[in-house]
Protein backbone atom coordinates (compact mmCIF):
# COMPACT_ATOMS: atom_id res chain seq x y z
CA UNK A 1 0.00 0.00 0.00
CA UNK A 2 2.79 2.23 1.14
CA UNK A 3 4.33 1.59 -1.94
CA UNK A 4 1.68 2.68 -4.22
CA UNK A 5 1.35 5.69 -2.18
CA UNK A 6 4.63 6.73 -3.02
CA UNK A 7 4.50 6.04 -6.70
CA UNK A 8 1.35 8.39 -7.09
CA UNK A 9 2.83 11.10 -5.22
CA UNK A 10 6.37 11.03 -7.35
CA UNK A 11 3.78 10.80 -10.61
CA UNK A 12 1.97 13.55 -9.64
CA UNK A 13 4.95 16.11 -8.87
CA UNK A 14 6.01 14.84 -12.28
CA UNK A 15 2.69 15.88 -13.89
CA UNK A 16 3.19 19.40 -11.69
CA UNK A 17 6.69 19.38 -12.98
CA UNK A 18 5.83 18.99 -16.67
CA UNK A 19 2.71 21.32 -16.03
CA UNK A 20 5.05 23.97 -14.91
CA UNK A 21 7.55 23.96 -17.54
CA UNK A 22 4.66 24.08 -19.90
CA UNK A 23 3.07 27.12 -18.64
CA UNK A 24 6.49 28.86 -18.25
CA UNK A 25 7.26 28.05 -21.87
CA UNK A 26 4.08 29.73 -22.46
CA UNK A 27 4.39 32.91 -20.87
CA UNK A 28 8.02 33.36 -22.22
CA UNK A 29 6.50 32.74 -26.01
CA UNK A 30 4.21 35.26 -25.25
CA UNK A 31 6.26 37.81 -23.20
CA UNK A 32 8.85 37.35 -26.34
CA UNK A 33 6.08 38.11 -28.75
CA UNK A 34 4.57 41.24 -26.53
CA UNK A 35 8.35 42.74 -26.44
CA UNK A 36 8.78 42.60 -29.80
CA UNK A 37 5.32 44.74 -30.07
CA UNK A 38 6.58 46.66 -27.43
CA UNK A 39 9.73 47.57 -29.27
CA UNK A 40 8.20 48.51 -32.51
CA UNK A 41 5.61 50.43 -31.54
CA UNK A 42 8.42 52.37 -29.92
CA UNK A 43 10.34 52.74 -32.91
CA UNK A 44 6.88 53.70 -34.91
CA UNK A 45 6.56 56.13 -32.30
CA UNK A 46 9.68 57.84 -33.34
CA UNK A 47 9.28 58.03 -36.63
CA UNK A 48 6.00 59.53 -36.04
CA UNK A 49 6.82 62.00 -33.61
CA UNK A 50 9.49 63.50 -35.64
CA UNK A 51 7.59 63.46 -39.08
CA UNK A 52 4.87 65.15 -37.53
CA UNK A 53 7.12 67.84 -35.54
CA UNK A 54 9.22 68.09 -39.01
CA UNK A 55 5.63 68.65 -40.86
CA UNK A 56 4.14 71.10 -38.53
CA UNK A 57 7.01 73.32 -38.59
CA UNK A 58 7.12 73.74 -42.56
CA UNK A 59 2.88 74.34 -42.07
CA UNK A 60 3.84 76.50 -39.46
CA UNK A 61 6.72 78.49 -41.97
CA UNK A 62 4.41 78.30 -44.87
CA UNK A 63 1.47 80.11 -42.39
CA UNK A 64 4.02 82.22 -40.61
CA UNK A 65 1.85 80.94 -37.53
CA UNK A 66 2.03 78.35 -35.30
CA UNK A 67 -0.93 76.23 -36.11
CA UNK A 68 0.76 72.69 -34.91
CA UNK A 69 1.91 72.91 -31.29
CA UNK A 70 5.27 70.58 -31.12
CA UNK A 71 5.22 67.00 -30.88
CA UNK A 72 8.77 66.89 -28.83
CA UNK A 73 7.04 68.44 -25.62
CA UNK A 74 4.83 65.35 -26.36
CA UNK A 75 7.79 63.06 -26.55
CA UNK A 76 9.39 64.51 -23.74
CA UNK A 77 6.63 64.41 -21.46
CA UNK A 78 6.10 60.87 -21.82
CA UNK A 79 7.50 58.11 -20.55
CA UNK A 80 4.26 56.17 -20.66
CA UNK A 81 4.11 54.50 -24.61
CA UNK A 82 0.63 53.86 -24.84
CA UNK A 83 0.34 57.70 -23.59
CA UNK A 84 2.70 58.96 -25.86
CA UNK A 85 0.54 57.12 -28.54
CA UNK A 86 -2.59 59.02 -27.62
CA UNK A 87 -0.79 62.19 -27.81
CA UNK A 88 0.68 62.07 -31.27
CA UNK A 89 -2.87 60.39 -32.24
CA UNK A 90 -4.33 63.35 -31.33
CA UNK A 91 -1.55 65.37 -33.20
CA UNK A 92 -1.98 62.95 -36.14
CA UNK A 93 -5.40 63.90 -36.21
CA UNK A 94 -4.98 67.78 -35.73
CA UNK A 95 -3.12 67.40 -38.82
CA UNK A 96 -5.69 65.40 -40.88
CA UNK A 97 -8.35 67.84 -39.77
CA UNK A 98 -6.37 70.75 -40.50
CA UNK A 99 -5.67 69.21 -44.48
CA UNK A 100 -9.15 68.36 -44.93
CA UNK A 101 -10.80 71.78 -43.71
CA UNK A 102 -8.07 73.98 -45.92
CA UNK A 103 -8.69 72.51 -49.03
CA UNK A 104 -6.83 75.36 -50.34
CA UNK A 105 -3.47 73.97 -48.92
CA UNK A 106 -1.41 72.43 -51.27
CA UNK A 107 1.97 70.41 -50.01
CA UNK A 108 4.95 70.67 -52.00
CA UNK A 109 6.19 67.85 -53.25
CA UNK A 110 8.58 67.14 -50.52
CA UNK A 111 6.27 68.42 -47.75
CA UNK A 112 3.43 66.13 -49.55
CA UNK A 113 5.76 62.61 -49.34
CA UNK A 114 6.46 63.48 -45.44
CA UNK A 115 2.78 63.25 -45.66
CA UNK A 116 2.52 59.92 -47.05
CA UNK A 117 4.81 58.28 -44.95
CA UNK A 118 3.45 59.61 -42.04
CA UNK A 119 0.22 57.77 -43.27
CA UNK A 120 2.16 54.57 -43.81
CA UNK A 121 3.83 54.75 -40.70
CA UNK A 122 0.46 55.24 -39.51
CA UNK A 123 -1.12 52.19 -40.80
CA UNK A 124 1.95 50.18 -39.56
CA UNK A 125 1.68 51.55 -36.27
CA UNK A 126 -2.17 50.60 -36.32
CA UNK A 127 -1.30 46.56 -37.40
CA UNK A 128 1.58 46.49 -34.74
CA UNK A 129 -0.70 47.79 -31.83
CA UNK A 130 -3.38 45.00 -32.70
CA UNK A 131 -0.45 42.59 -33.08
CA UNK A 132 0.50 43.76 -29.52
CA UNK A 133 -2.79 44.27 -28.13
CA UNK A 134 -3.51 40.20 -29.53
CA UNK A 135 -0.54 39.31 -27.34
CA UNK A 136 -1.07 40.92 -24.07
CA UNK A 137 -4.62 39.72 -24.26
CA UNK A 138 -3.23 36.43 -24.21
CA UNK A 139 -0.48 36.93 -21.78
CA UNK A 140 -3.40 38.72 -19.76
CA UNK A 141 -5.70 36.18 -19.92
CA UNK A 142 -2.97 33.28 -19.11
CA UNK A 143 -2.95 35.87 -15.92
CA UNK A 144 -6.55 35.13 -14.89
CA UNK A 145 -6.69 31.44 -15.60
CA UNK A 146 -5.67 28.51 -13.00
CA UNK A 147 -3.18 27.00 -13.10
CA UNK A 148 -1.29 29.75 -14.94
CA UNK A 149 -2.26 32.58 -12.84
CA UNK A 150 -0.62 30.76 -10.11
CA UNK A 151 3.08 30.62 -12.33
CA UNK A 152 2.36 33.90 -13.16
CA UNK A 153 1.93 35.65 -9.44
CA UNK A 154 5.24 33.59 -8.81
CA UNK A 155 7.03 34.98 -11.53
CA UNK A 156 5.81 38.55 -10.81
CA UNK A 157 4.00 39.32 -13.84
CA UNK A 158 1.56 42.19 -14.11
CA UNK A 159 -1.35 42.58 -16.67
CA UNK A 160 -0.29 44.45 -19.80
CA UNK A 161 -2.18 47.54 -20.65
CA UNK A 162 -3.55 47.53 -24.05
CA UNK A 163 -3.61 50.12 -26.94
CA UNK A 164 -6.85 52.01 -28.25
CA UNK A 165 -7.15 52.96 -31.87
CA UNK A 166 -8.45 56.44 -32.70
CA UNK A 167 -10.72 56.20 -36.01
CA UNK A 168 -13.79 56.77 -34.48
CA UNK A 169 -12.36 60.21 -33.91
CA UNK A 170 -11.91 60.74 -37.47
CA UNK A 171 -15.36 60.85 -38.14
CA UNK A 172 -15.85 62.54 -35.85
CA UNK A 173 -13.67 65.43 -37.12
CA UNK A 174 -15.71 65.03 -40.52
CA UNK A 175 -18.98 64.94 -39.01
CA UNK A 176 -17.74 68.43 -37.62
CA UNK A 177 -16.57 68.93 -40.83
CA UNK A 178 -20.15 68.40 -42.81
CA UNK A 179 -22.20 70.43 -40.32
CA UNK A 180 -19.69 73.71 -40.75
CA UNK A 181 -20.24 73.39 -44.66
CA UNK A 182 -23.84 72.69 -44.45
CA UNK A 183 -24.41 75.90 -41.77
CA UNK A 184 -21.92 77.74 -44.01
CA UNK A 185 -24.56 77.35 -47.05
CA UNK A 186 -27.35 77.95 -44.90
Known sequence: MV??????????????????RDISSN???????VHLGENEIDELLNKK?????????????INDSK?????????????????????LSE??????????VNKTF?????LQNKINLLAE???DLEATK??????SSIFNELLEKFPSSVVGKRKGYDTKNLYSFNQEELFEILKKDKKKKKSKEA
Open 3 to 20: PYIILIIVILLILFIYKY
Open 27 to 33: FSSVLKR
Open 49 to 61: ANLLDEIGEEINN
Open 67 to 87: IFSSVKKAMKNNIDTIKLDHD
Open 91 to 100: AYLELKEYLL
Open 106 to 110: IPEEE
Open 121 to 123: IEI
Open 130 to 135: SYYNDN
